[in-house]
């Protein structure tokens, strides 16, 4: 044994020999133990490891320990988390074996979750703004100032001047709730996260096939013959999802990555494809170029499931290897080997996040991922598909339930059919309903008057222009006075300067959030502000809907800490005060002041008919979070067991009501199984006929089908021509009546459909052009802010809109001004493993704080070098819109020349401030750092209002 | 007898930090002193690698052999355990240590370093298992509950490894196999001598 002398206690890259080389950890730790670590660790007696402030929280000898389980809540696979409880506390967290999800692995995030419980950091009673200080109040006290507040706000501007922000971060049954308040409320100014993560994906991919969801599974990626990732870094944004991924190259499949940044994701794939940021259209319609040029695309398939493809190919044809290397850099072997590998190795698989959703053009991007996949026969097979990985835990049930500003739950639309089908299941007068709303029409987005009812809200990425723009050019009758950002990271959204004014403009500003958040601090408010503190999804209990459709029962692990409550807790308490619990909770036992979420479940199946949210009843959910260990790793399928045959979580669609005991659908479009055993078509959505084609599927359907052939959607007056109307009984003949497939409150056609072998939505052929989007065939078009002037004339973006969600949207009217001399440097942003969204839970954990201390941009040593800058310096990012960000400079090969990189995680800094005397006291952020958002842009996707975060200008200067 | 040991599998690590929080989470280890951390090669550039670093509880352990105080003994299943009693903080086993693992509380500006602390393979110390008294100064015992190390148990996509080596050895040979590369069984001849 050789005994090598170690550089210092520090240097753990050199004690491996490894010279100078650089990670991103050893960057970190350079950057020296911020405050409250050193603090902590100095006060520890010699021999002692125990963590000063986790006092209470650790495990006592002789104390009987209880097993419970939940679910995660840092991003939407589902890992299972199983806690140990003594007395009442999470005193430690062992791995969920028996979860077919993660097969009791977790991220750095899911292995630190025991930390909610201890919750040092976190809101601990309500309190209020007052004279610039934060006093503390009562829930009383806050509930009712808040009230008449909002209430007062109502009589002078109406409903639509309370924003209701919800958040992902609601378990299922709040979720519902929460739009379920909004409307009971009046208004449709209501949204949450998915506006600013996958709107863009929802919009794009439902236009084409019928749902807005992930076609398969996490665990269905083993069947993978090649995974093409783009805009999607799975390694730190879903990081249990890789063990599926590298089980699936462990079995042969190729796996390319398609990204600006060489990820961590990248560094594990067979082909890693840079491209400039925001020409994914181009870098699609490139490969598809080579697809169509080799006759590799499956015209089988294309001709009985898919129209429009003709159309496609024209545009294509523009997108020869010369002009994709012009658009997007990439070189066109890089280019073709891509298109090679997957159209060789099939099924192949696509998998997309907020890399490709967050632009202007972010409905076309999703477009064209499914075009691909659609041309290349990938589409409702195993192993195939679209596998669009969602962000936060429960955005997609959060989706589902409609918390957004332009649909109901289920996403019945506002029209009145919509509304007088929710207020039949809510059992109350649709007129009563009505009467909450603002009255007077308004001018919509068409220029055509308006009910407020049926008018689409503002989206959360426009909130601030709701409060800045001048009412005169709002389709409102005034502007918005009062918000709850009610489980919302304000730091996730851009223009931060302008998002400031917004807030001082406001009257009243409630935050309802375990923290204090970024929007507490950011802002010179010195009344009016309210913080709520509101529990985890650990201190209760409900369902949760994973990326792949599944939904999992959480038991309750302990009990609210500090005096935080559960969403619907604090929703009863206002909904009391403002006057329509009654209504509210018309058909939902409350128990003292919580409503039962057992009965909120059953309501929710009662209504979503469109999505077969219907058959996952609170019982068969509980039955398979208790079986969980007897389904399939890679099918999902319960092999024996109480849940026989069923998929895990009855990955919605499960159809028709519990009793009739739908599996669920493992993949989506799948028309190899019968239906009635998750088997599936394309849904006809999109009518039968168009330009004189047939729109409905030719020559494929479902296994088990008695129809042989295409067929619409199934409405009352359908079964009768087919003569399979007396297969219902007569109570559901009596319901059913006049009705289709998604307002028969029986479910009886449902149960029809299927018991023939039909798709209760008809079977019909995948459109890849959507007429009624801005750009029905999708094409490229350059970003707001981009440095390729040569590119603006031939590739231009759209006209300004005069109303487009109520509001006015730029488009020409910036990109038209060169920013590109002051401000050379394109931008983009994305994810950190250790943190997730605006980052308040994981910097206030010291265990993932620890490992990611400062925010920092990745810039290119070329650009360092001509910009003059040094690895760890501190660098200001200047924004062509005039807001600035102070972060430190890690130089690296990430990045190309010319492009920089930042996390989006950070706040409690604001503009080279450190915000740390605005929390109210001990509730401060641990890691604290500028959020890039505050200097990202202007842009807006032209279908969903997605707000642009992934290509803007910069310029980069020492600090 | 088992012989317990840790295989990271660096084909498999995407550096998610599982591990290192696992690690801090189980045993309420403070800010500042790392029992486990993930180390990365050529960040960023093709060829990136990662791997899971902590206390490898070598076969002829480095540490022990140059302890003054002879706070060192190995468990019946080949873990590396030391006595915070006896141990003097004086750093000497950190020069020993082919992997970094002796980590030192910081006790005051001048870096005078406290008792050591690092990874027990989730066997706590010599005190009665699962005390209070154990946990306070090493953590849980994980070993005694018959579970295995919680940084392993919960790795993201199973890249690390522990457990009997006969045993991680056949699971990841199947890998290797299945993969048809040359197997990269990062660290194991410093740890267990070249016959592995």
């Known amino acids: 044994?050789?005994?090598?002398?170690?550089?210092?206690?520090?240097?753990?890259?050199?004690?491996?020999?490894?010279?100078?080389?650089?990670?991103?950890?050893?960057?970190?730790r350079r950057s020296g133990v911020a405050l409250g670590g050193a603090a902590v660790a100095g006060v520890l007696p010699a021999g002692m490891i125990r963590r000063a402030e986790a006092k209470g929280a650790s495990p006592q000898e002789g104390v009987e320990t209880e097993l419970r389980r939940s679910v995660c809540t840092h991003c939407s696979v589902g890992c299972g988390v199983v806690a140990e409880v003594q007395n009442g506390v999470w005193t430690g967290q062992e791995p969920d074996f028996e979860s077919p999800f993660n097969l009791g692995s977790h991220c750095a995030k899911g292995a630190s979750v025991r930390e909610h419980g201890i919750g040092e950091h976190r809101l601990k009673y309500p309190m209020k703004l007052t004279g610039g200080k934060w006093k503390k109040i009562s829930w009383d006290e806050a509930i009712n100032e808040i009230g008449d507040q909002v209430l007062k706000i109502r009589k002078e501007s109406g409903p639509d001047s309370v924003y209701w922000l919800g958040s992902a971060k609601h378990n299922n049954e709040q979720s519902y709730l929460f739009r379920k308040m909004a409307a009971m409320w009046g208004t449709n100014n209501v949204d949450h996260q998915a506006r600013i993560c996958h709107s863009t994906t929802v919009a794009g991919v439902a236009n084409t096939w019928g749902y807005g969801a992930m076609t398969n599974s996490y665990n269905d990626m083993h069947n993978c013959k090649a995974m093409l990732f783009i805009g999607s870094n799975a390694a730190e944004a879903h990081p249990v999802a890789m063990q599926h991924i590298l089980r699936a190259k462990e079995n042969g499949a190729k796996m390319i990555v398609c990204d600006p940044r060489f990820t961590r994701t990248a560094a594990h794939a067979d082909h890693f494809v840079r491209f400039r940021p925001g020409t994914d259209v181009a870098l699609m319609w490139g490969m598809l170029w080579h697809i169509f040029e080799n006759g590799w695309e499956d015209t089988v398939y294309v001709r009985q499931r898919v129209w429009g493809m003709d159309q496609i190919r024209e545009e294509v044809k523009k997108w020869t290897p010369e002009e994709t290397e012009r658009v997007t850099g990439t070189p066109p072997d890089v280019v073709k080997k891509a298109a090679q590998i997957m159209a060789e190795n099939r099924p192949g698989t696509i998998v997309w996040c907020m890399g490709g959703t967050q632009?202007?053009?972010?409905?076309?991007?999703t477009r064209s991922y499914c075009v691909f996949q659609l041309a290349l026969g990938n589409i409702g097979k195993s192993g195939g598909g679209a596998n669009i990985f969602r962000g936060h835990d429960n955005v997609q049930g959060a989706t589902d339930?409609?918390?957004?500003?332009?649909t109901l739950p289920g996403y019945y639309g506002l029209s009145a059919g919509s509304w007088n089908h929710w207020s039949k299941v809510w059992g109350l007068d649709p007129e009563w309903v009505k009467s909450r709303f603002a009255q007077d029409q308004v001018e919509g987005d068409k220029g055509k008057p308006v009910q407020p009812m049926n008018y689409k809200g503002i989206p959360v990425s426009r909130w601030i222009d709701g409060v800045l723009e001048d009412p005169k050019n709002m389709g409102q009758k005034d502007r918005v006075r009062a918000i709850f950002l009610w489980g919302h990271a304000v730091n996730s959204q851009t223009r931060g300067p302008e998002m400031k004014k917004a807030m001082e403009m406001m009257d009243l500003m409630v935050i309802v959030d375990p923290y204090p958040t970024h929007a507490a601090v950011m802002n010179d408010r010195k009344e009016g502000t309210y913080l709520l503190p509101a529990s985890t999804q650990f201190e209760t209990y409900g369902s949760v809907t994973a990326s792949n459709r599944s939904i999992q029962w959480r038991d309750k692990l302990i009990d609210p800490v500090w005096e935080s409550l559960p969403d619907h807790v604090i929703m009863y308490k206002l909904a009391k005060k403002l006057g329509f619990a009654e209504q509210f909770f018309k058909n939902i036992q409350v128990n003292g002041e919580e409503p039962l979420i057992e009965d909120v479940t059953r309501e929710i199946n009662r209504g979503m008919w469109t999505i077969g949210y219907t058959g996952q009843s609170p019982e068969r959910l509980k039955l398979h979070a208790e079986n969980r260990k007897t389904f399939n790793t890679t099918t999902l399928k319960a092999e024996g067991g109480p849940a026989d045959g069923d998929y895990y979580g009855m990955p919605w669609p499960s159809w028709g009501p519990p009793e009739m005991k739908h599996p669920g659908t493992p993949v989506l479009y799948d028309p190899s199984k019968p239906v009635a055993e998750g088997g599936l078509t394309f849904r006809a959505r999109f009518g039968v006929e168009r330009d004189g084609e047939n729109l409905l599927a030719e020559a494929s359907y479902s296994v088990g089908s008695e129809i042989k052939d295409g067929y619409p959607e199934f409405t009352a007056d359908m079964l009768k021509q087919l003569g399979w109307w007396d297969d219902l009984t007569p109570e559901e003949k009596q319901l059913a009546e006049g009705k289709n497939w998604k307002t028969d409150l029986s479910g009886g056609i449902q149960r029809v459909a299927i018991k023939h072998g039909c798709a209760p939505f008809g079977n019909a052929k995948a459109r890849t052009v959507v007429w009624t989007f801005p750009d029905p065939v999708p094409i490229h078009r350059e970003p707001l802010y981009t440095p390729r002037r040569d590119l603006v004339t031939d590739y231009p973006t759209y006209e300004d809109r005069k109303r487009f969600y109520r509001l006015p949207t730029r488009y020409a009217s910036i990109q038209?001004?060169?920013?590109?001399?002051?401000?050379?440097?394109?931008?983009?942003?994305?994810?950190?493993?250790?943190?997730?969204?605006?980052?308040?839970e994981q910097r206030s954990n010291p265990w993932l704080a620890e490992l990611q201390q400062d925010m920092f941009v990745e810039i290119n040593p070329t650009d360092a070098n001509n910009i003059g800058?040094?690895?760890?310096?501190?660098?200001?990012?200047?924004?062509?819109?005039?807001a600035k960000i102070k972060v430190k400079a890690m130089v690296t090969r990430r990045v190309a020349p010319g492009v920089v990189f930042t996390p989006f995680h950070f706040?409690?800094?604001?503009?080279?401030?450190?915000?740390?005397?605005k929390y109210p006291?001990?509730?401060?952020?641990?890691?604290?750092?500028?959020?890039?958002?505050?200097?990202?842009?202007?842009?807006y996707d032209s279908v969903t209002q997605m707000q642009e975060t992934k290509v803007t200008l910069c310029q980069i200067r020492p600090a | 007898m088992a012989r317990m040991k840790f295989l990271c599998d660096a084909e498999r690590c995407i550096e998610c930090n599982s591990c290192v929080t696992a690690c801090k989470n189980e045993h309420e280890v403070p800010w500042g002193v790392n029992r486990r951390r993930v180390v990365t090669l050529n960040d960023g550039v093709p060829g990136e690698k990662s791997i899971s670093v902590a206390c490898m509880h070598c076969t002829d352990a480095p540490c022990a052999a140059v302890c003054p105080v002879d706070c060192f003994y190995t468990t019946d299943d080949g873990i590396v355990l030391h006595d915070k009693d006896l141990c003097i903080g004086c750093g000497y086993c950190f020069y020993a240590c082919p992997f970094g693992a002796p980590q030192y509380p910081q006790q005051s500006a001048f870096g005078v370093r406290g008792k050591m602390d690092k990874c027990t393979f989730c066997a706590g110390g010599p005190l009665a298992d699962n005390s209070n008294k154990e946990y306070e100064k090493y953590g849980r015992n994980r070993i005694a509950e018959g579970k295995l190390p919680l940084c392993a148990e919960m790795c993201s996509t199973k890249a690390l490894l522990a457990g009997d080596g006969d045993m991680i050895a056949d699971i990841y040979r199947q890998r290797v196999l299945k993969r048809g590369g040359r197997p990269q069984t990062w660290g194991w001849e410093s740890a267990y001598g070249a016959s592995g």
């Open chain 1, 1 to 28: 044994m050789k005994l090598i002398k170690k550089r210092g206690a520090e240097g753990i890259s050199t004690a491996f020999g490894l010279g100078e080389a650089i990670d991103r950890r050893a960057f970190l």
């Open chain 1, 359 to 365: 632009h202007t053009i972010g409905n076309n991007n």
């Open chain 1, 401 to 406: 339930l409609g918390v957004l500003s332009h």
């Open chain 1, 816 to 840: 038209v001004q060169d920013f590109s001399k002051d401000y050379p440097i394109v931008w983009t942003s994305g994810r950190l493993v250790e943190y997730e969204g605006g980052g308040e």
């Open chain 1, 869 to 882: 800058i040094r690895d760890g310096q501190m660098v200001w990012v200047d924004s062509p819109e005039g």
């Open chain 1, 907 to 917: 706040g409690g800094w604001f503009q080279g401030q450190d915000l740390v005397a």
């Open chain 1, 921 to 939: 006291p001990g509730t401060a952020p641990l890691v604290r750092g500028e959020a890039c958002n505050t200097a990202m842009t202007y842009g």
